[in-house]
């Protein structure tokens, strides 16, 4: 059974600051990993996306692999209102055909002016 | 570029009865996934249609059963509703083909918010 943990939260941050958010995950062969933010009633969106050990920068965004770990982070930068949120973190497997993403529940993320 | 679009966004229903919603996918991407996200939790990977075929299956029963058309919009049909049932059903189109690099990126649609009652 694979899975993704991630705290619930609710994590909150001053803005300005960086919010930290943690990802574990069980599957060894696991290959692609995935960032997505979900806003209150509205649908997941892809902000990041990291295929091999160590970071990825996009703008304020960075995430970090360790594989050996089986750890993914997602560093937020100068944090704002606007990034208040749910962040999820999803994990596939390998193979070209599937596009089956196993999701951890999620990390709440509250940016306090 | 269009988007995923799912239909209906909203619907109630009771148990037992069936229900079909209905998505298309973002222009030129050929496979598309069906989720189930219940309130709280991550979203759960149903099935995946790639040329109208299914092409990987999640945890669910065969009450759970979809299709996709030759333009690649699909539909998920859920027969015999349970409460559980209740949650938002989440469609996300890729650009797949076994012969090519597949990044896993998905790209969700509003997704359809089902209730049972």
């Known amino acids: 059974q694979k899975e993704v943990e991630q705290n619930s939260g609710p994590l909150s941050v001053p803005e300005g600051a960086i919010a930290s958010l943690n990802c574990t995950y069980s599957?060894?062969?696991?290959?692609?990993f995935f960032w997505y933010r979900q806003y209150s009633g509205k649908s997941p969106e892809l902000i990041m996306s990291?295929?091999?050990?160590g970071d990825k920068e996009d703008g304020r965004f960075t995430a970090q692999l360790n594989k050996a770990s089986q750890y993914v982070s997602l560093l937020i930068r100068d944090s704002q209102p606007s990034d208040s949120a749910t962040y999820l973190c999803a994990v596939k497997g390998p193979g070209a055909g599937s596009y089956q993403l196993t999701f951890g529940k999620g990390t709440k993320l509250s940016v306090i002016p | 570029e269009t988007g995923v679009t799912q239909s209906p966004t909203h619907l109630i229903k009771t148990r037992g009865q069936q229900v079909t919603l209905r998505c298309s996918s973002q222009?030129?991407?050929?496979?598309v996934s069906w989720y189930q996200q219940a309130l709280g939790q991550g979203p759960q990977f149903i099935f995946q249609y790639y040329r109208e075929e299914e092409n990987g299956r999640g945890n669910f029963p065969p009450r759970f059963s979809g299709l996709q058309f030759p333009n690649y919009s699909s539909e998920l049909n859920v027969n015999a509703l349970e409460l559980d049932d209740s949650a938002l059903y989440l469609c996300?189109?890729?650009?797949?083909?076994?012969?090519?690099?597949?990044?896993?990126?998905?790209?969700f649609g509003e997704g359809s918010r089902l209730t049972v009652l």
């Open positions: 599957d060894r062969v696991s290959q692609s």
């Open positions: 222009s030129g991407h050929n496979t």
């Open positions: 996300a189109s890729s650009l797949g083909a076994t012969n090519r690099v597949n990044t896993g990126e998905l790209f």
């Open positions: 990291i295929y091999s050990n």
